[in-house]
């Protein structure tokens, strides 16, 4: 059980939140400087608070705000070097934060599937406590990776529902134009993401062999792919992930437009 307080209960804060309560296992302090904010997680957690020195009690400390407060956040928290900083924030670095705080700093880019325990996440600092990687791991699935590799996983697994978001609407739309009712063709172009996604985790063949294995042959699937293929899509997503990639490098200061 861990005693963790979120900052920041927006979008990906009050994810965080949910996804954490869905166990049971920890204490959760929620804290916002909006109250209308507070009283939607409020069934998710122990504790929601606009004092920013509650929030700073927690052994694990996730500050969930937009990257240019990030920083003036921690300023004010003054954490102990028995407890840990973990900063979400796009574009922020270790470096940027380490001379703010006693605490132990970790930087996590998670994603908004935290709330149903699904969250794809990347983890990068010097410690990674095991306080938050209970945490982690009670949301979804991390990796730790190098700090370099951030503003990559900002793109791919942060950024990435978005894009993924993108795409089964494109299926659901075209099965609409096709006959199908709004709501079904919601079901089962979600169903077919997921299960395609749980699909290529569980299995040992590659996606190649995966994709071989749905295409009959002479069947309808083999006719879809020769589309896919003779497209760009696959550029497109790479130009939207190298697209996020490059705004998280300005943001961190390190591209032409701060
Ligand atoms: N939205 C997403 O899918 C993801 C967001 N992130 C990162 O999460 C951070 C937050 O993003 P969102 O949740 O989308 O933003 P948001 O705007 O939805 O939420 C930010 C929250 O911070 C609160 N806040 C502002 N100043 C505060 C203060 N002084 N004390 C306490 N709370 C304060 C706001 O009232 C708001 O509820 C950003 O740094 C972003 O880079 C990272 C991965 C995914
Ligand atoms: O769009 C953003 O800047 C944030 C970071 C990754 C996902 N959302």
Redesign the pocket.
């Known amino acids: 059980m861990v005693h963790v307080s979120v900052?920041?209960?927006?979008?990906?804060?009050?994810?965080l939140i949910r996804g954490l309560s869905r166990t049971g296992n920890h204490t959760i302090t929620a804290?916002?400087?909006?109250e209308e904010?507070l009283d939607e997680v409020e069934p998710y957690c122990e504790t929601t608070t606009?004092d920013?020195a509650e929030?700073a009690e927690a052994t694990v400390v996730f500050v969930?705000?937009?990257?240019d407060?990030?920083a003036?956040?921690v300023d004010?928290l003054d954490l102990s070097a028995e407890q840990t900083l973990v900063?979400?924030?796009?574009?922020?670095s270790t470096d940027a934060l380490e001379p703010r705080t006693d605490a132990t700093v970790v930087r996590v880019?998670?994603?908004?599937a935290a709330a149903t325990g699904d969250m794809a996440a990347a983890v990068a600092g010097d410690e990674i406590t095991d306080e938050v990687a209970e945490l982690l791991d009670d949301a979804g699935v991390f990796v730790e990776i190098d700090e370099a590799q951030m503003h990559t996983s900002?793109a791919v697994n942060?950024?990435g529902?978005?894009f993924v978001f993108y795409l089964i609407k494109a299926m659901m739309d075209a099965g609409v134009e096709s006959g199908l009712n709004p709501d079904e063709a919601k079901v089962l172009a979600a169903q077919t993401f997921k299960g395609a996604a749980e699909t290529v985790i569980q299995s040992e063949e590659s996606i190649d062999q995966l994709i071989d294995d749905v295409c009959s042959p002479k069947g309808t699937t083999i006719e879809g792919m020769k589309v896919l293929r003779e497209s760009t899509a696959d550029e497109a997503v790479a130009e939207a992930v190298f697209a996020a990639e490059r705004r998280s490098e300005e943001?961190a200061g390190e591209g032409d437009d701060e």
Do not use: E, H, Q, Y
């Open positions: 900052i920041g209960c927006g979008n990906m804060g009050s994810a804290c916002d400087v909006d904010v606009t920013l929030a969930v705000v937009k990257p407060l990030t003036g956040i004010d900063s979400i924030a796009a574009g922020v880019m998670p994603n908004l900002t942060g950024s529902p978005a943001l």
